[in-house]
């Protein structure tokens, strides 16, 4: 009997509102406006639009700001005849172009509860506060996930501000190059991404506060809050006393809810001098010839996440001069550097690569950055800039440096252009390195010290032999210091695939990556597996980091 007046009420809830938005959409032909539902409909909802009327005025009027598109501002008002909604309504046009929708009394008050985050988006503007001396603190607390996770569970205020504040600067604190939040069944997860991998770091939000803090993040990166069934990009700035700090956020909808990953791009961990990448020093010596010419393609290839974008930035850094222009188009722009012209790929307004590479060459640079080739008509810009007197960096998708050949072959390069074009090619990767402070000696077999001889007895001849007299292997462990990981940072492993006579006489006849690979090891290339070998045999690394990275170690294993 109970469910049956239950169902009853429901369904005239239901038809008195169908009746109500029936009326409203009566009254907006009446009065000669369009007619929108906004419960139903998926019209967003701009906090900067709604900072345009206060909320006060607002309700007596019976009136909404909805959102801005270009010059044009969308209201929604219950009655736009009456002299309430008229007086706003005109003030409004002095400055912006205004289109007025009717819609329902229902409708309205949905609109109008997004007031209740204007007051605290007035204290937002993009950026978030962070004092210095609450980061010292939190990083002679947090040494390791468990004590972030303490932090997070200890806090009990309502405040999300501040809940968000402890997680970014424990993100900070962590060193971490990603937050990813995610929603689950009954509670949601925030973990960190570390040199590399992900790790859990509090997964008891409950759903309230998950939500909270998803709206707050919106806020702050200028995303529309009504909107949760579409993904959607923003970006906001951790400002620091010393640096600022860019924050890229993504939001995609999921099962449970929506999920935020937020990219922590700090100044600090920008390693913009080319000794500091972890270059052997006879690859050093090849990148330090080929930046040093006036023209020529040079390309890194890799993952996305493999440091590809670093090392362009210090090779830019290294040939930066008062009397060389530079010029980079990327996507998006990363880290600001001086002295640089930098521009940003905006594809609303045709500012693509390849477009944008074109007006690039008009400017009259002589060094040009393109964030990546991606399309046949980006790859033949920049092959020909490379002809005509231009150094060109780029990146590439490829897994190792001799397959930038065929995959830009794919794309239409054609050969006799791609073979004197192309001086460089770099595959890369990021390596995890060992903790110093607990890293453990790994005691070597006969076997392995047999198996390790017969590997430098492989190597090319141009890597020097006595920088490894001294071979051993550590493992990880994991202490304080480290926060129990066993590895403390990342270096880079490196393959290059150097462009010479014979190379380029292979390229035009249309070679397969094997052919490309045999001629370069005949020349001398150490590939990512040997380079990190040979970091974990001067104990950077680890053997399972190399593995981990580049496959299985034949010998490593064997027993």
């Known amino acids: 009997m109970f469910q049956q007046s239950k169902d009853l009420d429901e369904q005239l809830r239901k038809e008195r509102r169908k009746a109500e938005e029936r009326d409203a959409e009566r009254r907006a032909s009446q009065l000669g406006f369009p007619y929108l539902n906004l419960i139903s409909s998926r019209i967003p909802t701009e906090i900067k639009a709604m900072e345009l009327v206060k909320e006060e005025d607002a309700r007596k009027a019976l009136l909404s700001p909805l959102f801005m598109n270009r010059k044009k501002l969308t209201v929604a008002a219950f009655n736009p005849s009456s002299p309430e909604a008229q007086a706003i309504i005109e003030e409004l046009k002095k400055k912006h172009e205004v289109e007025v929708v009717v819609c329902s009394l229902t409708s309205l008050e949905h ?7 204007v007051t605290s988006s007035k204290e937002i503007s993009g950026s978030v506060e962070i004092n210095e001396d609450n980061i010292r603190a939190l990083q002679e607390k947090i040494r390791g996930l468990t004590d972030l996770s303490n932090e ?52 008891k939000f409950s759903p309230l506060v998950y939500r909270a803090l998803v709206t707050r993040i919106k806020l702050l990166s200028g995303l529309k809050l009504n909107i949760h069934d579409e993904a959607q990009d923003g970006r906001f700035t951790i400002k620091i006393k010393d640096r600022d700090i860019e924050v890229r ?31 052997r ?16 393609l040079i390309l890194n290839t890799g993952p996305t996440g493999s440091g590809k974008t670093t090392t362009l930035y210090a090779f830019l850094k290294n040939v930066t001069k008062p009397e060389i222009k530079i010029i980079t188009i990327e996507d998006p722009i990363e880290y600001h550097l001086k002295g640089i012209s930098q521009t940003q790929v905006d594809n609303e307004s045709g500012y693509t690569f390849a477009s944008g590479l074109r007006s690039i060459l008009r400017q009259d640079p002589d060094i040009v950055l393109v964030g990546e080739i991606r399309d046949r008509e980006t790859a033949e810009i920049a092959l020909n800039a490379a002809l005509t007197g231009h150094l060109v960096f780029s990146t590439l ?38 903790c110093n402070e607990c890293k453990e000696l790994v005691p070597i077999d006969e076997t392995t010290a047999a198996s390790i001889e017969k590997f430098f007895e492989n190597l090319p001849g141009r890597v020097d ?65 040997e380079d990190g070998i040979l970091k974990a045999l001067r104990g950077v690394t680890s053997m399972e980091e190399v593995e981990r990275l580049t496959g299985k170690i034949d010998w490593f294993r064997k027993k």
């Open 152 to 203: 997070i569970a200890a806090f009990k205020s309502p405040y999300t501000s501040q809940i968000l504040e402890i997680v970014l600067a424990g993100a900070l604190a962590m060193k971490a190059s990603d937050a990813h939040f995610e929603p689950g069944e009954e509670t949601n997860a925030f973990r960190l991404r570390i040199d590399g991998l992900l790790h859990t770091a509090y997964d």
């Open 111 to 117: 609109a109008l509860s997004y007031y209740q985050y």
């Open 281 to 296: 020093a006879d690859d050093l010596e090849i990148i330090e010839e080929a930046i040093s010419r006036p023209n020529g």
């Open 397 to 434: 998708h490829t897994n190792d440096a001799a397959g930038a050949v065929p995959r830009l072959l794919d794309l239409g390069a054609k050969s006799q252009i791609l073979g004197p074009a192309l001086t460089l090619v770099i595959a890369q990767r990021l390596i995890r390195t060992l």
């Open 465 to 529: 032999r006595k920088q490894y007299t001294e071979r051993t292997i550590y493992k990880p462990k994991g202490c304080a210091a480290c926060g129990g990981l066993g590895y403390q940072g990342r270096t880079s492993i490196f393959e290059l695939f150097v462009v010479s006579e014979e190379v380029e006489k292979l390229i035009y006849g249309n070679p397969t990556e094997i052919d490309l690979k045999k001629q370069a090891r005949s020349e001398g290339m150490v590939s990512l597996q």
């Open 249 to 279: 956020t993504s939001v995609i909808p999921s099962e449970y809810g929506e999920t935020i990953v937020l990219r922590l791009l700090d100044p600090l961990s920008l390693k913009s001098e080319l000794t500091e990448l972890g270059w």
